[in-house]
C-alpha cells in the first residue's frame, strides 16, 4: 500500500498507463482511492476502490 496525494497518484498511474492524463486528475473526487495490481513490474489492472457516500 502506498499512500500519496492526487498529483503523485496520477504521476504513477500515467508512468505505467498514458490515459491517466491531466484531465483524469482534473476528474478526481477528494478524496479518493485506487488499486493498481502489478505482476512482476506489469501493470495488471486499476481499479477504483473508493465508493462516495451518496
Known sequence: ????HGNIMVLIMNYFDKQYDFRFW?????PDIYQL?????ELMAIERIW???E
Do not use: D, G, H
Open 51 to 53: 465508493k462516495e457516500i
Open 26 to 30: 482534473q476528474r478526481l473526487a477528494m
Open 37 to 41: 495490481s502489478f505482476r512482476s513490474n
Open 1 to 4: 500500500m502506498i499512500s500519496t
